[in-house]
């Protein structure tokens, strides 16, 4: 603990009155300074000034993250907690995976937010890009991305949490095929590769283990079609055989992104009495098999 962590923890402490808003100003100032000079309690300082401020609900994720031993903002006390993320394509069952799942005690579920990607602020960024892709690509792709790090930032209440795709996919999957089909401006592709190695280089996104549900994109698409979210009416077999390949290159055979840690693989074409079993038959390989997580 250094000289500056402790004056101005001892201040946060005797006198509360100092959370005036110049007083935070002036410790933001402290807190960089602190970065600036390689203090790695620079993050503690500026959270903590965040946090006694109008800024507390905007920021208030980042009243927990500190830097870890590598120099990435790394969320304070979440270590020990187990991460899934369950990737597949559209409508291969993700979903009705994490709703199996959720009825163990010690497992919390994060779905996708797309409930979110269809309504901000009474805008549709998911309905615009299925029907303008170059135009409205990086709108939702941008809300993507976002979303997708408020989920992996938010508070860890379980042991275990199993989460519906990653900001991983997002990009590696999503962006990647607007770019590659065209659709996707390169300056926009620019922007959210800027936006996306800032991100993972400076902020730690933890994950333990990747659920891959492999299924073909015919499946898919009769899934599709039974769900049927208005959004998607125009999806055809040939963008699912296109998401298909970017998973199968990105997890199966490893030769395109960088893969964020191991990976599970899951054959997810049966019916669902056939998938509940198939469930049960990996929940140790996806939970047991990370049980020296809980011996601490
Ligand atoms: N094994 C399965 N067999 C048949 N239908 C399924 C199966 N798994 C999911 N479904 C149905 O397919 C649709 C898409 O499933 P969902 O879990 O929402 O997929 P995802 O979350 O991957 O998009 C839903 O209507 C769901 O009820
Ligand atoms: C992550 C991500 C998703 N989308 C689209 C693809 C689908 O239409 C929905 C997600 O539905 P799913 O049933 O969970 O597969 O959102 C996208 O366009 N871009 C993305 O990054």
Redesign the pocket.
């Known amino acids: 603990m250094t000289f500056a962590y402790l004056c101005v923890n001892i201040l946060c402490r005797s006198a509360p009155q100092l959370y005036s808003h110049s007083a935070v100003t002036s410790w933001r100032l402290v807190a960089f300074r602190c970065k600036a000079f390689g203090d790695r309690t620079g993050a503690f300082f500026r959270t903590r000034a965040y946090s006694n401020n109008s800024e507390t609900k905007k920021s208030s994720y980042l009243t927990m993250l500190s830097y870890s031993s590598q120099g990435k903002l790394v969320r304070n006390g979440q270590e020990k907690k187990l991460v899934i993320c369950v990737e597949?394509?559209?409508?291969?069952?993700?979903?009705?995976?994490l709703e199996y799942f959720s009825k163990t005690s010690n497992i919390e579920v994060l779905t996708?937010p797309v409930s979110k990607w269809r309504n901000v602020r009474g805008h549709n960024p998911l309905g615009l890009m299925y029907q303008d892709p170059a135009r409205w690509g990086i709108t939702l792709q941008t809300y993507v991305q976002l979303t997708m790090l408020d989920r992996h930032l938010s508070t860890i209440s379980a042991p275990v949490r199993m989460m519906?795709r990653s900001i991983y996919s997002a990009k590696y999957i999503f962006v990647e095929n607007l770019y590659r089909s065209g659709k996707m401006p390169e300056v926009d592709f620019a922007v959210l590769s800027e936006w996306f190695e800032w991100i993972t280089q400076n902020i730690t996104i933890p994950v333990d283990l990747i659920v891959y549900?492999q299924t073909s994109p015919q499946t898919c698409l009769e899934?599709?079609k039974?769900?049927c979210r208005e959004e998607e009416k125009v999806i055809p077999l040939e963008y699912l055989e296109v998401v298909h390949q970017l998973y199968e290159d990105w997890l199966i055979k490893k030769t395109s992104f960088h893969i964020p840690a191991p990976v599970l693989v899951i054959s997810?074409d049966?019916?669902?009495q056939?998938?509940l079993h198939q469930y049960e038959e990996n929940r140790e390989k996806i939970i047991a098999c990370h049980s020296s997580y809980f011996v601490i």
Do not use: H, P, Q
């Open positions: 597949g394509n559209i409508a291969s069952g993700k979903t009705t995976c996708e519906e549900l899934r599709l039974v769900r997810a049966d019916d669902m056939k998938m």
